[in-house]
Nanobody, 124 residues
Framework: QVRLSESGGGLVRPGGSLRLSCAASGNGFNVITFGWHRQAPGKQRELVASIRDGSTTTYADSVKGRFTISGDNVRNTADLQMNSLETEDTAVYYC??????????????????WGQGTPVTVSS
């Protein structure tokens, strides 16, 4: 069983910064890709940023140049540094991870795990 724990959300003024952290815990797994998603009230959940194999990153156009995702393959963690926050960034932010494990026969199993979400409110 793999669990994700998120932290770092809160209230910040426009132009401010927040850093979100996500940690995967469990036994016998590796994380292939971490993703940060967000869901604003009345809107669909959207991908904000992702990092694959600890290095290859993607960003939504709306956050490019403001948000930075980083990952640690050894500690199985991923952080999202959010700068120059705007009111439109207000949402619940969710971490997810594509994980892989191998059974005793070496058979691979992949699945996706989601965190519970952490709220981010950007308001003056």
């Amino acid at each position: 069983q793999v669990r994700l724990s998120e932290s770092g959300g809160g209230l910040v003024r426009p132009g401010g910064s927040l850093r979100l952290s996500c940690a995967a815990s469990g036994n016998g797994f590796n994380v292939i890709t971490f993703g940060w998603h967000r869901q604003a009230p009345g809107k669909q959940r959207e991908l904000v940023a992702s990092i694959r194999d600890g290095s290859t990153t993607t960003y939504a156009d709306s956050v490019k140049g403001r948000f930075t995702i980083s990952g640690d393959n050894v500690r199985n963690t991923a952080d999202l540094q959010m700068n120059s926050l705007e009111t439109e960034d207000t949402a619940v932010y969710y971490c997810n991870a594509e994980v892989v494990s191998y059974d005793l026969r070496g058979q691979e199993r992949r699945w996706t795990v989601w965190g519970q979400g952490t709220p981010v409110t950007v308001s003056s």
